[in-house]
């Protein structure tokens, strides 16, 4: 019988496991399962912290709080380019959306943390990221509530903002299975002043609403009518005949925090809170989201 150091000369070197091999995990032909994490792993945290559903709050990145952006204005002298004082006092003029995110976010976070729910119910959720991102998240932890950030790695790297709750820090590689994250468990949609990202997601659970792909009514608040009119003439599209007139009733452009949180309340009770009453034994509790086959 050979012993233990003789056998080691007459076999060949063990091969990792595949689910070990971070070679093949971080090829192409692993994608899919890199894939499958980024679903399977968040899935398996919301279930942990017992979150049933969100609201997400959209907006730009660059809008500063008020604080940092009267500092950046008084620190530009009368000497400084055109530009820098253009942009200086750009950002003390959408500081004020900053501040209402973090409102409306406190507002929400507080009423919901009251609802007599088995799981968490309406949980501010974000990009994870800056600006209105920080703001939402801000607000909803100084009401004392759990808030959700769905970070993306870029090749400019966002990193995630100190108010998210650390258990439901996200990172994200693919845009796309960050974008199910937000729309799978969202029943309201927050749209704060933004670029290019903030288009891109308010026009595509738009889609997804008018062409009735959601098993659920989703909620969009987009806030800050003069920045939206001057963006975007809706109205327009319904004289082209590009949408229908009822399409405009898939959101409700309002100005101040309270108005977006009074919306908010009344929708999310009529079309979500109906289910919140006490239940037979051995009736099932909804745990996460439902969708359409």
Not at 16 to 26: G, H, R, S, V
Not at 59 to 65: D, E
Not at 81 to 86: G, M
């Amino acid at each position: 019988m050979l012993k233990k150091d003789e056998m080691s000369s007459t076999h060949g070197k063990i091969a990792p496991l595949a689910y070990e091999n971070p070679q093949f995990l971080n090829s192409p032909d692993g994608r899919v399962l890199r894939i499958m994490s980024e679903y399977v792993e968040p899935l398996a945290r919301f279930r942990r912290e017992q979150i049933q559903d969100t609201v997400v709050f959209f907006g730009s990145a660059r809008f500063p709080n008020l604080a940092d952006a009267n500092k950046v204005f008084e620190a530009v002298t009368g000497s400084a380019e055109d530009v820098e004082r253009r942009r200086a006092q750009a950002g003390v003029e959408t500081a004020r959306y900053y501040e209402d995110a973090r409102r409306m976010a406190f507002l929400l976070s507080k009423w919901a943390a009251q609802i007599p729910a088995r799981r968490r119910r309406f949980v501010v959720t974000t990009g994870g990221g800056p600006g209105i991102m920080e703001a939402a998240n801000r607000g909803a932890q100084e009401a004392g509530a759990k808030t959700i950030g769905l970070n993306i790695r870029l090749p400019f790297e966002q990193y995630p903002n100190p108010y998210i709750t650390p258990s439901l820090n996200f990172e994200f590689h693919y845009f796309f299975m960050r974008k199910f994250w937000f729309a799978y468990l969202a029943k309201a949609l927050v749209i704060f002043p933004g670029g290019f990202g903030t288009l891109d997601e308010l026009f595509e659970i738009l889609t997804l609403a008018q062409t009735q792909k959601l098993a659920k009514k989703i909620l969009v608040v987009i806030y800050g009518r003069e920045y939206w009119n001057r963006l975007i003439n809706f109205q327009a599209m319904v004289d082209a005949g590009a949408v229908s007139p009822e399409d405009l009733d898939l959101f409700r452009i309002v100005d101040s925090p309270e108005e977006g949180f009074e919306f908010l309340r009344e929708g999310l009770t009529q079309y979500h809170l109906g289910s919140e009453r006490p239940r037979h034994i051995g009736e099932v509790v909804p745990e996460i989201a439902k969708t359409n086959p």
